[in-house]
């Protein structure tokens, strides 16, 4: 019987003062709304009432990049776990014979964050009250599968039973946002808000860079061939992306690196683009210059910047190859901040109307460069952990690293960055859990009193995350 | 009531019998005498009897670029802080306005190092036993300023009231060192000693250089035209500032990097810095030589050197220009010491008599570079974490990733680097308990007996800084 | 007294919930034998049924660097304890005032992991109960003096005390293997395996390194003039080694640089070495490109291939000149994994058999990098924390930052990596004991339950080393 996810006190620091404490402030915020303000969530799922997830393997591994990469780890390949070939080649189809390979390994996750959150969602979505082995692993799935046929699974209906106040998905500056747009004529209540994210067209080498840029001279009704039109359109996107609920832009790039060109230069290297021949470096260069002019139009049309370096994408030519992007195979990179984003800052840094918020997957900026960054730049608030480190571990260190020198309130509390729905609550949970554990730290030690850990609680939970995407 | 820093045993682990090993540990060295072996307290307030610090905001707010900066980064303007414009021009001038900023705002230190020592400062030095709010910010405001009015609350009673021992004063190569001579010719009793830091005319691209060069020419009565007198002014400043009392000297560059130049070489970049036109790289050159030359000093007159490194100073152009440097925005960059400080080191690191404490604010090096380094050449000692990283998390990191490869007594202590000098001692308090927390924490997992750890708590707080600068 | 090497839960957590809990899982695993996959013991130790240590000094100190680079630190010479001169010319030669010199300055290594070892040495093969002191030196080196003259302590018979199962060593691509021939020709049941490592002829910058080819040639019966040759005599003694029982090959290098050359190229630089002008930065490229071709055999014979990264040899030219290398004089570099091994990855990583085993000394890769790709590359294994970090803390650090994005079941268990054959135990007890404290903390904060923590623990005191070199 897997009774330790339903532990109320999991996760906690063993000390029974500090868990104790942890405890309490954790119950004092665990029934605010989830604030969902970054993530991957397939707008369809809302758009239709009556979507359903399809069978287990397809919600819960085929999608999961977390999941089958440390099954593709351990030398299971991806075309038995049914993950799609790009040149549409056969895989597994077996979905019952899929779900018992993930069982057998699911000793893999143990200690893992994947693990944790599969076993929260099972038990806390599913009801699911033992542990997967390979010997319950068919039962488990009829469990599973019986559930998601019921209308109480639909999206919508779990977007209440969840909690969540406010959903954001990411979208490409090109993408119409006809499913926004169907939520919004559906007259359902749910808030579903769209994220500009345009790192396709701005990123020159960026695959099918090209039919991109055709996409948005479509959806933006101009003539992009050149570089004003280009950033005519991108306005032209950003105040459609307003119109329909957004207050925030993602952008990734490989650095931090910014860099005003003058509009001769930026042009000419988007001509070179455009005929297909732009250097690697003059790319780089051309990212570093759109970050700037993004930051402009931020503090124009008041949207949130967000930026996201330090993973190299695919690094694994062979899966790429296969199976396309997202497959488990991008690795964090070497990051700097103080001289690469500084352009960036001095320019716009001191801007009140400024709201840059700044992720990374590289650690050791935390305490080097983050924290004092946001710790003086009005326009700067950190993001949370991402993407490996969202974990009870990573968040730790992130508490630890980062707040003594930025301050709780440069920080832009928690977002769940995921595609996986049905994993949010988990994921939030194991933030709030964390928060708590580290604030009641705080308390225990003598560090702060009962009434900012009790705000600072609130704030970690709830607050900053919608103040930081003025949501 | 804000009770919790009355609290004997706050900051310590919450483990009951860590903590009260922790507490055992730090009774026993609380009583010992402060040294203090660098720092940035103006000698001015020892060297006139009657000093006193003006308003609360004079004292506490205007000077501390810890405290402003967190108020800036939340888009509160400098000049609303009554901080003094570069150009004269006008800002806030009432201070208790001022003060009701700070107190309105003062929840954003929860959790931080600068929170924690004003609300020590306020218990242990003014006696003020309630956090401050904006609702008891004017009552609180007249105790503090009634206090500063009276004899008890002059620095030399403080300094006895303080139970400092001997405190450091870091001072320009070209200081004439008058306030340490009224000091001397007072008959006092306190022992205030210079540390010579000559950045300003060793680093070829500090702002007002040539002046700078002036003032060691006429300090020195020499006349420091060519690269050969340069170096037997600064030998001559030295001997000066031995003779002053001065046990050490003090170098801040922007990276480790150390190189000898031949004579010919020095002397036609210090050639060209005299007309005004060093390269940037030469300018780096010419430090990372100069480190040399002040290490060849260092065995020659005994004055043990520190070096400073990897801080990127005024990263905010706009603050800069406005209100000058010291403001809050200098941000730290990657640092590598390997190779950096290897020709250094092969020229004197095995040398008797040469000592060097290195600090450092990127703690990746801790336990990559500087622990083997200190762990290995003689010369070599660490000094405690830095700046953004003296907090209760930054020494627990400090402690981690050091000792187990320098050894303690590869360290060299605590000290404040402060210039807010009612702060000492409780910047020394989070050190001694971050301390006894640390050995407690050995001591309770039986990796040190009780023998080791009362000599180990004693050298943390009293004895390793008082050998490593020979004090 | 020195009671608390003997207490059973020493180096646990202080809370009682976890340190029961640890104590339960250590007890559970303690008896499992010794996987000693990757070490340096020397193999002449076996191979002669009645050898002997020497004194206690030449047992404890001389050879061992951990010791005598922190005497050095504190200014002792080398000379003074013994330490042999490259040029033969005379050191201290009375033990026992060496021995007298290190009691005197023990306290020196309060906290650290020599400190620890030591001290579980003395008492656990030695069964000395009191503390190392300058008092009781003298008596201390007589009982260990007198130990070491019995049967007891002849090495074979302490292999079968310690419990080891299994024990490799490390040997030249040149080493005739004759004492691993003696120790198999000698009947007698003990297992100690070989481990191929070509640095000395792969890195074309180690000195002598055209003489290594020389005995290469000799000892491959090979004539090694070119490339070709050079190849195909690698190949010649790896299939020797495996023969001889090696189931692993190490490499050392500077960085995780690897580049496939043309065999041209390789074979122009190999005759620019042989002619003795081989340019640092082609030595770096033909390091990079034997490191694919090492993959490339690993594949072929199925030996698994560990990799070192990241330590500058020899820092200090002075005590390299006068004693020689592995003077505890290696600093650790900056390391970067995600570029710079993508090439071997790419051609190597997905292959079913190839196996290998990443260290390094840069713990800002391990969240970083080293976990990320250990997630996802079926090839790749971390190996335990190396050198200065086969601490208490170190090991902490490495299972706070690999094991929730590696998962555990892509790490390599542990290795002692000595040539101190007798602190083997006190190495494997600290790696077993942080282990079980870090499973009993997951154990108590509910992320893993009693089934999975019984598992996980058995993995890293045995299974993943034996499975991970597939002894």
Not at 26 to 46: K, M, N, Q, T, W
Not at 93 to 107: G, L, N, P, S
Not at 214 to 243: C, H, I, P, W
Not at 353 to 375: C, K, Q, S, V, W
Request: glycine share 6%.
């Amino acid at each position: 019987m897997n009774t330790y996810q339903s532990s109320p006190d999991r996760y906690f620091d063993p000390d029974p003062a500090q868990r104790k404490a942890a405890l309490t402030l954790y119950e004092s915020i665990a029934d605010l709304p989830l604030i969902c303000p970054h993530g991957h969530v397939d707008p369809r799922l809302f758009a239709d009432p009556d979507y359903t997830f399809g069978s287990p393997v397809e919600l819960l591994i085929i999608p999961d990049h977390y999941i089958f990469r440390m099954l593709y780890s351990q030398g299971i390949p991806l075309e038995k776990l049914g993950i799609p070939r790009a040149d549409g080649s056969e895989t597994e189809t077996d979905h019952r014979q899929i779900w018992q390979i993930f069982a057998d390994h699911f000793y893999l996750f143990s200690g893992t964050p994947s693990g944790t959150w599969f076993m929260d969602e099972l038990y806390s979505v599913f009801g699911i009250t033992e542990k997967l082995t390979g010997t319950n692993a068919q039962a488990i799935y009829d469990q599973i599968d019986d559930k998601l046929r019921s209308p109480a699974f639909r999206p919508r209906a779990l977007f209440d039973r969840f909690g969540i106040e406010t959903l954001t998905t990411t979208d490409a500056a090109t993408d119409s946002l006809a499913h926004h747009q169907a939520i919004k004529d559906s007259g359902w209540h749910g808030r579903i808000l769209p994220t500009f994210r345009p790192d396709a067209v701005v990123n020159l080498d960026t695959p099918n860079w090209r039919s991109e840029i055709d996409k948005l001279s479509a959806v933006s009704g101009m003539d992009v061939t050149n570089y004003t039109a280009f950033v005519q359109a991108l306005e032209n996107r950003r105040a459609f992306f307003k119109q329909m609920g957004a207050t925030a832009t993602d952008h990734a790039a490989l650095t931090a690196y910014t860099n005003r060109l003058s509009d001769a230069e930026a042009d000419a290297i988007f001509q070179c683009a455009l005929k297909g021949d732009a250097a690697a470096e003059d790319a780089a260069r051309f990212t570093g210059h759109m970050l700037m002019e993004m930051a402009r139009m931020s503090i124009e049309d008041g949207l949130v910047m967000q930026l996201h370096v330090g993973s190299f994408r695919n690094h694994n030519p062979a899966i790429f190859e296969k199976f396309g992007k997202d497959m488990g195979a991008d690795i964090p990179l070497v990051t700097e901040f103080t001289e690469a984003i500084r352009p960036l800052l001095t320019a716009y840094g001191n801007h009140p109307e400024y709201n840059l918020i700044l992720f990374n997957l590289d650690e050791t900026t935390y305490a080097r460069e983050l924290a004092p960054l946001a710790g003086h730049y009005p326009a700067v608030k950190l993001g949370p952990p991402w993407w490996f480190h969202d974990s009870i571990n990573g968040i730790r260190r992130y508490f630890d690293q980062v707040m003594e020198t930025a301050g709780l309130y440069n920080t832009a509390g928690f977002n769940d960055d995921t595609r996986a729905y049905l994993s949010i609550p988990a994921r939030h949970d194991v933030w709030r859990r964390a928060s708590a554990d580290w604030v009641a730290g705080l308390l225990v030690r003598g560090i702060v009193d009962e009434t900012d850990a009790q705000e600072m609680m609130r704030a970690l939970a709830y607050d900053l995350a919608k103040r930081a995407y003025k949501l």
